[in-house]
């Protein structure tokens, strides 16, 4: 991902790093242990022009059977915690229910072909219009997804946050910026919308927490 | 002696519908190859103009409906409506006309996906996934007529999934019995079960999405009842089945041929079956919602689909570790259906292993809508599908032409293929931050290499294919002449000379050089030619067909007057042909010999024709449940619904309601009286049955005349009501459709009757019909309910 960019990781993406390399490591595994198994057998035993029947074979395939399914509900039961343990990416943070409020909400209307952002005080922006999304650094921001028209998917690459923006609907996601500095193009359509879905995109401007709060926060519920 | 091309237009035998099937849809695969190939040009390098968006979009959409619905699943079904019945020891399917519709249908609906490149505006744009409401509200007829070919391919599929499980279940050869059944046919079983219970859904979808964009019902552009959900529920519900649909032939393929080249059984055959038949068919109805993880379903149940997920992947290690170890103190020959089904496990497992990922919501955060995706769905069923069926290809042309192909020629293809496609796919597994379906990129890290590393493999890839049809040209004109069982395999369709099971091809015939093999099947046969008809021949599947595509032409160019002509021509051909078919029974102008008594067992005491009403009126349940299960979602969703009771009469419909479950028990009647042998008594109660149903009909045409006239309409300005009219108007409408496609039957089965045809031992038609009337009466008892009741 951009970890090289980013000296300290944003929390969603700390997560999401150690959940995908220990996928990694198994899937990649699994994927090298069995291909070999087969490619060692096929060699193993390959005809070479033995005459006459071929050896009367027993019914071992039980033993197989078992060994395989033991193997994996272990290893499946392993990478299925790992993920329980990762939900705190998808759920919403329960300190986002405290008075007062340490984490911030902007609502976002996506729409054929940007996205609409409006902050707590009001302000909004467009992508269209070269507005990035602004947040602040070192804090907690809720997105609430919906969408104005068509099925569009928000997604933030960097963050490894992503959610459908339908229409009638509020979607929510959660992530933390950690550095500040105006990202390109960070802001991604991950549905196919039409014709102008390569150009859905958007900035992102990460802030100091206090300018924002300045600048977009209103007053605080 | 019967013209060639009558021969083929006409033909219901197996043989010559699976030929029909397997050329047609090489040729919808290579269309959709096309498709890939302009979509690779222009993803080859950044910021490309080889083509727009929207001809880009167009690509996307239909190199994916093409590629699945008419190259994969036509490609299997033409190996299967060649070699089930041989594996099995049948003389055809249990239904050959029925089998010849399927096939029509299907290129019907193909003609009709074909024709919406042509029309103005172009074809499908909204990906072939069909996301609402960008799908209801992409202008133009084109993605009409395409959404439309949907309809007819899926109604295909259910025909043709009715024929083959009763085919499988009652038409085996004495001696053929399940612990018996080649793997080939066990795994088309098991793709038919899952194909019966899942186009019905798709059908369902389609029709929502064709009379929004025809009718202009409101199902999909009705906001406040969350469109986009209500598809992805209807969608994926068909949508994950099908990709199990899509693999298992070329699984089954591998099952089937890995003895023959390894010179042992199959490891764990019944675990393969267990693992297949019984895990993963009914949880690949349990696990859609992985495709929805985003759209903001509650996180215990994202976790719930997760472990159903993950729980699937277990039968699929089962098996893959048996085709391994099957493997294992064999003699394995590398002859080239070998190292294809090789290489289908090898991708396979790769593919599987990133399914996997996209098992975890968490990991789902970054790998949907991207290339990851794309490369896993690929490497599962171009890899293990297409490398499957490829085998398959390979193993039975020389039971199909009587020759062999070019061994050197196939090796060769096999690498290329083998290669190009590793070349093709695997960049994707790394582009995990590009979206999927974006027809242009800026030049981003790494996106402008591997696309680029990409677009070389998919001509490599494509090249290769090449090699396919040109040995398929070799074999054909110069194949040298086949062993009569070239793999040493002790299945029916290479042995049924060898064995003391009689031979499954047509009696009489002189057997070619080189034994029971390369024969394309004689139609008709001598006998049947002496008594001056064609026993394997019937206008009527090509003609119904014809008129239904004609019909939904007509249908997506309304209101235009051209659109109205083609609508009522249809209508009349398919009217017409089923009259035609009705008409032919009654005087015996297609006959089939009576299959021997065979193995049947656990379905021994159940005759044909009821077994096939029963598995067609189980599709039924799913098409209704999924149009009802539709409309709950619907309500459920909805804020703004009319006040029960405040639009629909509730006497009338009250009235209704009795008058239908009247019609129940007085069809019950007429079958009493046949079962005594009173004809009279039987054709008397069936005459009070159709007198109830018209009343329904009648009382229902007045009631939309009624309700029309007080505004209850799709354009209606209060959403409420339009969206309410849109339910009841299609789902009564599907409902009125059945009782009035039964009141036909019940002309035809009395007039029938009237002949003395029907007897106290002989009156199946009869009581085939009571099931096919009771089920009307049930699913009224859900309508009426739902509709007028709440």
Same mark, same amino acid.
């Given at each position: 991902m951009y970890s090289g960019i980013l000296s300290s990781l944003p929390s969603t993406v700390a997560t999401y790093d150690f959940l995908f390399n220990w996928y990694l490591f198994f899937g990649v595994g699994a994927a090298v242990v069995v291909i070999s198994l087969l490619v060692f057998f096929m060699y193993r035993y390959r005809y070479r022009g033995e005459s006459g029947p071929p050896p009367v074979h027993k019914t071992e395939g039980w033993k197989i059977v078992l060994v395989t399914v033991l193997i994996s509900i272990s290893v499946l039961t392993a990478a299925e915690y790992q993920t329980f343990a990762s939900f705190g990416n998808i759920e919403?943070?329960?300190?986002?229910?405290?008075?007062?409020?340490p984490c911030v909400t902007i609502r976002l209307s996506a729409f054929q072909w940007g996205w609409n952002f409006t902050y707590p005080d009001g302000k909004f922006a467009v992508s269209t219009q070269n507005q990035p999304l602004t947040v602040p650094a070192g804090t907690i921001v809720i997105m609430n997804i919906t969408s104005k028209d068509v099925f569009h998917s928000f997604g933030i690459p960097m963050l490894d946050v992503k959610e459908d923006a339908v229409p009638g609907k509020v979607n929510q996601l959660w992530f933390m910026a950690s550095n500040t500095g105006f990202y390109t193009d960070a802001i991604r359509c991950?549905?196919?919308?039409?014709?102008g879905h390569a150009f859905m995109l958007g900035n992102v401007s990460v802030i100091d927490a206090a300018t924002w709060q300045t600048q977009f926060g209103g007053v605080k519920p | 002696m019967v013209s060639w091309l009558n021969r083929w237009l006409y033909t219901t035998n197996h043989k010559d519908v699976g030929m029909l099937y397997f050329f047609t849809s090489l040729y919808f695969g290579f269309v959709g190859a096309i498709l890939a190939l302009l979509m690779r040009v222009q993803l080859s +390098?950044?910021?490309?103009?080889?083509?727009?968006a929207v001809y880009y979009n167009q690509a996307l959409t239909m190199h994916g409906l093409i590629m699945i619905f008419w190259f994969l699943s036509p490609v299997a079904l033409g190996l299967a409506n060649y070699f089930v019945p041989l594996q099995i020891g049948?003389?055809?399917?249990?239904?050959p006309r029925l089998n010849a519709m399927s096939y029509w249908l299907y290129l019907a609906g193909g003609v009709l996906a074909v024709l919406?490149?042509? +029309?103005?505006?172009? &074809?499908?744009?909204?990906?072939? &996934?069909?996301?609402q409401p960008l799908a209801v509200l992409t202008p133009g007829t084109g993605p009409t007529l395409a959404y439309l070919g949907m309809v007819l391919l899926a109604a295909s599929v259910t025909l043709g999934s009715v024929n083959f499980l009763v085919s499988i279940i009652?038409?085996?050869?004495?001696?053929?019995t399940l612990s018996k059944l080649p793997m080939f046919t066990w795994f088309m079983l098991f793709t038919i079960i899952a194909m019966l219970f899942a186009f019905p859904t798709l059908i369902a979808a389609f029709v929502l999405a064709s009379s929004d964009r025809?009718?202009?019902?409101?199902f999909f552009t009705s906001t406040g009842i969350q469109p986009s959900i209500l598809w992805d529920n209807l969608f994926w519900f068909f949508g994950h089945p099908e990709v199990y649909i899509v693999l298992l032939p070329g699984f089954g393929i591998i099952a089937n041929i890995l003895p023959s080249f390894t010179g042992r059984p199959l490891a764990a055959k019944n675990a393969i079956l267990i693992a297949t038949g019984l895990i993963v068919i009914p949880l690949s109805f349990g696990v859609w919602m992985h495709h929805m993880?985003?759209? !903001?379903?509650?996180v215990a149940l994202q976790g719930a689909f997760s472990v159903a997920t993950i729980a699937i992947s277990i039968p699929f290690d089962v098996i893959t570790l048996s085709f391994i170890e099957s493997l294992i103190r064999g003699r394995v020959k590398f002859a080239t259906p070998m190292l294809f089904a090789l290489g289908a496990i090898i991708l396979f497992i790769i593919g599987g292993i990133t399914g996997v990922f996209l098992s975890s919501p968490v990991l789902d955060r970054a790998?949907?809508?991207?290339y990851f995706v794309v490369a896993h769905f690929h490497y599962v069923m171009v890899g293990a599908a297409i490398f499957g069926i490829i085998a398959g290809i390979y193993y039975w042309l020389p039971r199909m032409t009587g020759k062999m192909y070019n061994e050197r020629l196939g090796k060769v293809h096999f690498l290329i293929s083998f290669v190009g496609f590793n070349i093709l796919y695997f960049p994707m597994n790394l582009l995990v931050d590009m979206p999927r379906r974006i027809f242009t990129y800026q030049n981003v890290s790494d996106w402008a290499t591997l696309n680029g590393i990409a677009s070389v493999g998919a001509f490599i890839f494509a090249g290769a294919q090449i090699l396919l049809a040109y040995n398929l040209l070799f074999t054909w004109y110069r194949g040298p002449i086949a062993p009569a069982n070239p793999w040493g395999s002790?299945?029916?369709?290479?042995?049924s000379q060898a064995?003391?099971?009689?031979?499954?091809?047509?009696?009489g015939a002189t057997p070619p050089v080189g034994g029971w093999?390369?024969?394309?099947?004689?139609?008709?046969?001598p006998a049947a030619e002496a008594h001056g008809h064609?026993?394997?021949?019937?206008?009527r599947p090509i003609q119904i067909s014809l008129g239904a595509m004609l019909f939904l032409i007509g249908a997506a160019f309304y209101p235009d007057i051209l659109g109205l002509g083609l609508l009522g021509l249809g209508g009349i051909v398919v009217v017409y042909s089923f009259y035609g078919w009705a008409r032919d029974d009654l005087r015996g102008r297609f006959q089939i010999p009576p299959e021997p008594e065979?193995?049947?067992?656990?379905?021994?005491?159940?005759p044909k024709m009821k077994l096939g009403m029963w598995v067609f009126l189980s599709s039924e349940v799913v098409l209704f449940g999924s149009f009802l299960g539709a409309y709950i979602f619907i309500r459920a969703a909805?804020?703004?619904?009319?006040?029960? !009771?405040s639009i629909h009469e509730v006497p009338l419909g009250t009235f209704n309601t009795l008058v239908l479950v009247t019609s129940g028990l007085t069809m019950f009647m007429s079958l009493q009286a046949i079962r005594n042998g009173d004809q009279r008594g039987s054709i008397s109660w069936m005459a009070v049955t159709f007198v109830l149903g018209a009343v329904f009909m009648g009382v229902k045409v007045s009631e939309w005349t009624n309700l029309g006239a007080t505004g209850?309409?799709?354009?209606?300005?209060?959403p409420g009501i339009g969206l309410a009219a849109s339910a009841y108007y299609i789902i009564v409408g599907l409902h009125g459709a059945h009782v009035t496609a039964g009141l036909l039957m019940m002309v035809y089965l009395m007039k029938k009757s009237a002949s003395g045809f029907y007897t106290k031992d002989s009156h199946e038609a009869i009581e085939n019909f009571g099931l096919y009337w009771a089920f009307v009466d049930i699913v009224w008892c859900f309508v009426f309910p739902l509709f007028y009741l709440l």
């Open positions: 919403m943070p329960s300190q986002c229910s405290a008075i007062p409020d991950f549905e196919l919308c039409g014709v | +390098v950044p910021n490309n103009n080889f083509l727009s049948a003389d055809d399917l249990a239904f919406s490149f042509f +029309v103005p505006g172009g &074809t499908a744009n909204a990906g072939w &996934t069909t996301y009652w038409l085996r050869a004495p001696g053929m025809i009718l202009g019902t409101v993880f985003l759209t !903001g379903i509650p790998f949907r809508g991207s002790p299945d029916l369709e290479w042995t064995e003391g099971i009689a031979p499954a091809v047509e009696s093999i390369g024969q394309l099947a004689a139609a008709p046969s064609y026993a394997h021949l019937s206008s065979g193995d049947r067992w656990p379905f021994s005491a159940v909805s804020g703004i619904w009319p006040i029960a !009771g209850f309409a799709l354009t209606s300005a209060n």
